[in-house]
């Protein structure tokens, strides 16, 4: 039997040109599959605790309160805490390949208010970032925009006006997010949101280490 290539010789010659995404950035959506009674501990949870307007983050955050202290939440919730481990880990599975286990550095939980927002910023001293959308309407509240990294203050060099976006030629991004997942990138990638519509936007932001 004779092998024919299924390709006619004029679509062959029309190969010529290729384009590539080099050096991708990794950004990882998880959907907690237990996130309803999570999110049941964390509200219960939240009527004990000690509402923080004071909380650091003040110069980069408007109307957003930290409930309790830092990393008080993960520790008093051990499934939380296996459950933002488990994240990242299949996070770095699919993406950087480090080798080593993880560790959360600080976290915090996090009620943005009607109009809140969060500066572009970025986290050091960590190699990667979350963020479990505890209590979110992606139609009330705000989403996360990351950043494209440039090492100058216009982007390109020369600004062109184009066609249309493309994934190379957008300087922000996002992606559909639903309440229920967590958002793991590297922690140098710039992040933040624009003002919220609405209250009771409930987040829990977490960084990671390694642990060895």
């Known amino acids: 039997m004779t092998q024919t290539n299924p390709l006619s010789d004029s679509l062959v010659d029309s190969i010529q040109q290729e384009t590539y995404g080099l050096f991708p950035t990794p950004v990882s959506k998880y ?8 999110k049941e501990q964390i509200l219960l949870w939240m009527k004990d605790s000690a509402f923080k307007e004071k909380h650091g983050r ?19 919730i051990p499934e939380l805490h296996r ?20 560790i959360i550095n600080d976290s915090y939980l996090e009620l943005a208010s009607e109009g809140a927002i969060y500066a572009p910023h970025e986290v050091s001293n960590c190699v990667y970032s979350m963020c479990y959308f505890i ?18 203050n216009h982007y390109p ?4 006006d184009s066609t249309e976006l493309t994934p190379y030629n957008m ?11 967590i958002v793991t990138f590297p ?15 409930i987040t829990l932001s977490a960084n990671i280490v390694p642990s060895n």
């Open 187 to 201: 922690a140098n990638l710039t992040h933040g949101y624009d003002s919220n519509p609405s209250n009771e936007r």
């Open 83 to 102: 459950t933002l481990i488990d994240a990242v880990t299949k996070h770095n599975n699919n993406s950087i390949k480090y080798k080593t286990n993880f």
């Open 31 to 38: 959907t907690v599959p237990n996130h309803k009674q999570l």
């Open 135 to 152: 209590n979110y309407n992606d139609e009330q509240h705000s989403y996360i925009k990351w950043r494209k990294n440039v090492s100058s």
């Open 171 to 181: 300087t922000e991004a996002t992606f559909k997010i639903n309440e229920g997942d």
């Open 157 to 160: 060099i020369i600004q062109i």
């Open 58 to 76: 003040e110069s980069i955050s408007h109307n957003v309160t930290q409930i309790g202290d830092n990393n008080q939440l993960i520790n008093d």
